[in-house]
Every structure is written in C-alpha cells, then in structure tokens.
C-alpha cells in the first residue's frame, strides 16, 4: 500500500524516493538469505552511508545531511518495512554518534564525518547485565591514570558489540547514582575491549547482540564526553530520540505486516470469495490500518516537537509504546490472516513476529515508557 505523505520540502521527498529505490534494491532481497545465515549486512550499511542515509539529522559541516527529524524517521520507517535489522541498524549507529554530535568538542566533532558516513559503524554501551532499566544503577567503572581512563566491567545487550568501530561507553567515574556517570568513545582496537560471543536471540539473526567485556581497557581522557558526570544527561537524552527511531521501525515493521496480510487476503480463496471480503478477517485488517496510521502520526507529532526545539521526551515514550504495541498486535494477526502458511518460513509475516517482540524490550522496555509517562501526569 502506498502511505500518502506530507514532507516539508521537494528534497525531503527525493531523500524517501532514495530511500526506496535502495530499500527495495539493497534490503528486500537479501534479508531472508541474511537472516537465515545469521550474517550482520556490513556492506549494504556501507551502501547507505554512500548515499547519504546514515547522517540525515545531522549538520552538513559534520558530513550529514541537516534534515528534520520528521525527514530521518520516514526514512528510517521505509527501510524496517523492508529489512527491520537495516534500520534498526541505522537506528542504533545514529543514536551511537549523537554524545559526539550534541556534546563533543570541536576537535573531538573532528571524528564525525567517518562516522556519519558510515565507514565508521558506532554501538551504543548502556546497559549491563544487572542493571538495564535502571541505567542509574550502572558498575562499569573508569579511573583516571594519567592520560588515560582504565575502563573495567561488563556491558549488556550490545547491539554491534562484535561488528563496530567505536563505542560509546556509560561509565562510573564517581560516586552513585546518576551524577557518577560519565561518557567515553573508544576505539575498537583499545586493548582490553572483549566482545562476547553473540547471544543467540528471538529474531534480528542479522543483528550482533553481545555483552562486552571491559578489562582494564585504557582509554584516553581526550575522549570524555561532555565532561566528567555528563553522562547519565547525555544517555537520557540520547534515548529519546532513540525511542523515536524504533518507533519508526515498528511502524515500518507493522506496514509491512499489514501490506502482505492484505496482499494474502485479497487472493486466498475460500468458501468461492476471497477471506478479506469475511468481515471478521477485514474488520481485524481495517484496524490495524488505522492503528498504524495513529502510531505514525504520534511520531511525526513528536518529532516535530524536537525540530522546533520544544520538549518532547514524553510524547516520544508515548510514540514509543504505542508504535511498538501495535507492531506486535498486526504481527500476530497477520501470522493468524495466513494460517498455516503464516507459520512457516516460506512467508515473512513468522520472521515479522519474531522480530516485533523485540522493539517492546528495547530503548527502554514499554513498562518504562508507561513509568515515564504515568510520572509527568503525576506531577501535572
């Protein structure tokens, strides 16, 4: 089906048609083959990166492209309805250069356009194994020696962990709780930085999830971010625009869901009339139609509230949950609209499902997006 959309300038709309003409030559294709193999797509980000996709929202005197969020994120939606590992992918590298973007230095910005255009791939080190939601409670400690911090613990869930060039690492460097926290970027070569062994995981089999280890890892004090106890402001406002972008995806995923459920329905024949003309089946498919127009329209709401320079931090988790919600619910359904034939491999709407889940876990799972929310209503 095709999203009728309103874009806010003539290049906005060359950047999607670019966007589509790569999405349906470069991701469609390949993601079954990729996805089987459990083989991370290091070249196509490289073709992304060449055309300009992987720095939309950001500066062009860093290598980016300066579109509006609201641009990135349609974007972003075009690619997941094709390969949702790609965009999350995107995702993940684009959130992975923000600390740099919004709080580096100007010599240290000087590492931008590598990473921007996508010959540098970027993982984001937040979590750990005991403290995920509760990124405040983070152990992964950095001691000054010198030039140099000694990074030492361990990080969780690690998308990119074994494939990436840098990463961002949320670390100790005082006391407890947030104000402790501080942000470095280290190289992948630093001695002392183990990826684990990739976690074998639900779906996005394309997609390296990993712990790493850090042991006395040395990295150099040039590489702080923003300052000694900047880094729990940088994580959060990071992850805000983070839940944007896996907002986009589930909307993504979830046409995508959509659009084959719809596809299979309108030709599956049964009792001499096709199973979407049964107003059970269409009923279900019509909601879900306008469930994913809602959730589209929440996050381009939200984005557009950060393109103005305004607070969007709660309508993001709002975009968020409910984005993520309906993209599981269309991927079950759609599962349901095939049969059995949706249970097996040979159609995408099982790898669809499999791949919805994740999006409610990450960037902060939905239980914390209602934590947040429910928190602003409470203090008016």
């Not at 962990?161 to 006391?175: K, S």
Request: glycine share 10%; charged share 20%; proline share 4%.
């Amino acid at each position: 089906m095709t999203v009728d959309r309103i874009l806010p300038t003539d290049e906005a709309h060359d950047l999607l048609d670019l966007a589509t003409e790569l999405a349906d030559r470069e991701l469609a294709p390949k993601a079954a083959g990729f996805e089987e193999r459990a083989e991370f797509p290091r070249e196509v980000l490289r073709t992304l990166g060449r055309a300009g996709l992987l720095g939309l929202p950001y500066a062009e005197e860093h290598g980016g492209a300066a579109q509006p969020y609201e641009v990135y994120l349609q974007v972003l939606e075009i690619l997941a309805s094709r390969w949702l590992a790609v965009a999350e992918a995107v995702s993940v590298h684009t959130l992975s250069c923000y600390p740099l973007a919004q709080f580096g230095s100007d010599e240290q910005r000087k590492l931008l356009p590598d990473m921007i255009g996508g010959e540098l791939l970027g993982a984001y080190c937040l979590s750990e194994p005991q403290g995920g939601s509760d990124a405040a409670a983070l152990t992964t400690k950095a001691v000054r020696d010198g030039d140099d911090y000694v990074v030492s613990g361990t990080k969780a869930w690690i998308t990119h962990a074994q494939v990436a060039d840098f990463y961002n690492i949320f670390c100790r460097t005082g006391g407890h709780g947030p104000k402790g926290i501080s942000c470095l970027l280290a190289d992948r070569n630093t001695p002392g930085i183990h990826p684990q062994a990739a976690e074998r995981t639900m779906g996005l089999h394309a997609s390296p999830v990993a712990q790493i280890a850090f042991d006395e890892a040395r990295v150099p004090a040039e590489r702080l971010i923003g300052g000694e106890g900047a880094g729990f402001t940088i994580a959060m406002s990071a992850l805000d625009s983070g839940r944007l972008g896996i907002a986009a995806c589930a909307v993504g995923l979830a046409q995508a869901a959509l659009d084959y459920a719809v596809g299979y329905a309108r030709e599956r024949q049964q009792f001499g009339r096709s199973i979407i003309d049964f107003q059970g089946l269409g009923f279900t498919l019509a909601d879900h139609a306008t469930q994913i127009s809602a959730a589209r329209a929440l996050m381009l709401a939200a984005a557009r509230l950060r393109d103005a320079g305004r607070p969007y931090s709660i309508e993001a988790a709002k975009a968020k949950l409910f984005a993520t919600d309906v993209a599981m619910r269309v991927t079950i359904d759609a599962v349901q609209v095939l049969g059995g034939a949706g249970y097996v491999v040979d159609h995408p709407v099982e790898r669809y499902l499999r791949e919805a889940k994740v999006l409610q876990i990450v960037e902060g799972t939905n239980q914390i997006q209602r934590l947040v929310i429910s928190r602003a209503l409470a203090k008016g």
